[in-house]
C-alpha cells in the first residue's frame, strides 16, 4: 500500500492548510483497527510525531499544535485528514501519514508545508 500525502504549500502565518492523506487499498476491517498519525521534519531536524488518532478514536497532539492542527478520518473515503490553522513559520516541514495497522506500517510520502512569517 503506497499513501501520497497532499495538501501541502506556502501560505502566510497565520493561514490554514488540511494535508489530505487517502489509503483506499487498506480494507475497512483493517482500516478500522488502524492508528493513524501525522509526523514532520524540518530541515536538520529529526522527524517528531504532530497528532495520533488511535485505533479507539482519541487523540493526540504534539504541546506546539494543540489548539491549531485537528487530525481526523473518513471512514468512507478511507483518508486521513490534519487540519492545520493559525501556522506558524515553527510549522514550516514537511508532513508524512502514518498507518500502522498492526502486522504493518504504512509511511506516506511527504507534502511540504511553508510558512513565512
Do not use: H
Request: charged fraction near 20%; include cysteine; proline fraction near 2%.
Amino acid at each position: 500500500v503506497q499513501l501520497q500525502a497532499s495538501g501541502g504549500g506556502s501560505v502566510q502565518a497565520g493561514g490554514s492548510l488540511k494535508l489530505s492523506c487517502p489509503a483506499r487499498r487498506i480494507i475497512l476491517s483493517t482500516w478500522n483497527r488502524s492508528r493513524m498519525a501525522w509526523y514532520r521534519q524540518a530541515a536538520g531536524k529529526q522527524r517528531e510525531l504532530v497528532a495520533e488518532l488511535t485505533i479507539g478514536g482519541s487523540t493526540n497532539y504534539q504541546n506546539s499544535v494543540k489548539g491549531r492542527f485537528t487530525i481526523s478520518k473518513d471512514n468512507a473515503k478511507r483518508t486521513l485528514y490534519l487540519q492545520m490553522n493559525s501556522l506558524e513559520p515553527e510549522d514550516t516541514a514537511v508532513y508524512y501519514c502514518n498507518i500502522d495497522v498492526g502486522s504493518q506500517e504504512y509511511w506516506g510520502q511527504g507534502t511540504l508545508v511553508t510558512v513565512s512569517s
